[in-house]
C-alpha cells in the first residue's frame, strides 16, 4: 500500500498498525469500508471461494492475538488449496493457540502444504520428522523434506543442508559437488552469505577450476545485498 493511501486509512479511523498491514493487501477498498464502519468493529467480508483474501483475514486475525478467528478464516483458505493457509495452520497446531491443537494435525496440514509446493512447510515438516513430533522420527523422511525445501530455492534449508555437509570429508569429489551445488542455488536464490561463499569456491576452484571472473561476479551480488565479506573480496 503507498503512502498517501495509508494515510487516507488513517485519517478515516483509529486502527492498529497490524491491521493496516493486514488490510493492504485486502486492497484499499475494504481497508476503507473497514475503516468507516462505526467503532471498527466490522471487518471486510470475502467472497466464499476468494482464498487469497480468507488467508489475508486470518493474518489480520492472528496479528490481533485472535487465534480462533485466524484458525476459522485460515481453514476456510486451506480447504480450497490455498498452501499458505495450510502451513499456516499447522503452525496454529503445533503452537497450542487453538483448542484443536496437536501435533498430528500440524503434520497434516504441513503435508498438504507441502504437497502444494510451500516450502516452509516442507521444512517444518523435516524439524517434525527428525525431532519425531506428530510422527515417528525418521532421519531419512526427514533429510528428504529438507532436500525438497532446498531444491525448491528455501535459503532456510539449503544452509541447514550446507552445514550437514560442511561437517563431512571434503576430500570426497560427491561432498564436494553436493557443496558446490547447494552453495550455488543459494546464491542464485539471492542469499548474499552464499553468494560471497561461492565466489571462495570459484577464487579457490573447489569444484571447477579457477574462474576469477565469476568469483567477481559472486562477490560483487554479495557486496551488492549488503555482505560485508563479499565487499572485502572484490
Not at 9 to 32: D, E, F, P, Y
Not at 47 to 74: I, R, S, V, W
Not at 183 to 205: H, P
Not at 214 to 229: I, P, Q, R, S, Y
Request: hydrophobic content about 45%; overall charge negative; charged content about 20%.
Amino acid at each position: 500500500i503507498n503512502p498517501y493511501n495509508k494515510r487516507m486509512i488513517r485519517s478515516l479511523s483509529l486502527i492498529t498498525n497490524n491491521q493496516i498491514l493486514a488490510l493492504s493487501k485486502l486492497g484499499l477498498v475494504a481497508a476503507i469500508a473497514f475503516a468507516l464502519a462505526p467503532g471498527v468493529q466490522a471487518a471486510p467480508t470475502c467472497d466464499l471461494l476468494d482464498a487469497k483474501c480468507h488467508h489475508n483475514m486470518g493474518g489480520l486475525a492472528e496479528a490481533e492475538g485472535d487465534y480462533t478467528q485466524a484458525e476459522e478464516a485460515y481453514r476456510k483458505a486451506a480447504e480450497l488449496g490455498f498452501a499458505e493457509s495450510q502451513n499456516a495452520l499447522g503452525i496454529l497446531y503445533i503452537s497450542n493457540k487453538v483448542k484443536a491443537a496437536s501435533p498430528e494435525r500440524a503434520v497434516f496440514w504441513y503435508k498438504l502444504a507441502a504437497q502444494g509446493g510451500n516450502k516452509a512447510a516442507m521444512r517444518n515438516l523435516a524439524a517434525m520428522y527428525r525431532d519425531g513430533v506428530g510422527v515417528t522420527a525418521d532421519s531419512a523422511k526427514a533429510d528428504e523434506y529438507l532436500q525438497m525445501a532446498a531444491k525448491a530455492g528455501d535459503t532456510i534449508s539449503l544452509t541447514a543442508l550446507i552445514d550437514e555437509y560442511a561437517q563431512l570429508d571434503q576430500s570426497d569429489r560427491q561432498v564436494r559437488q553436493t557443496l558446490f551445488d547447494l552453495t550455488q542455488a543459494g546464491a542464485e536464490a539471492g542469499d548474499a552469505k552464499l553468494q560471497n561463499q561461492l565466489g571462495l569456491y570459484y577464487l579457490r576452484g573447489f569444484w571447477a577450476d579457477i574462474n576469477t571472473g565469476e568469483a567477481h561476479k559472486w562477490f560483487k551480488a554479495a557486496h551488492d545485498n549488503g555482505n560485508t565479506d563479499g565487499t572485502l573480496n572484490l
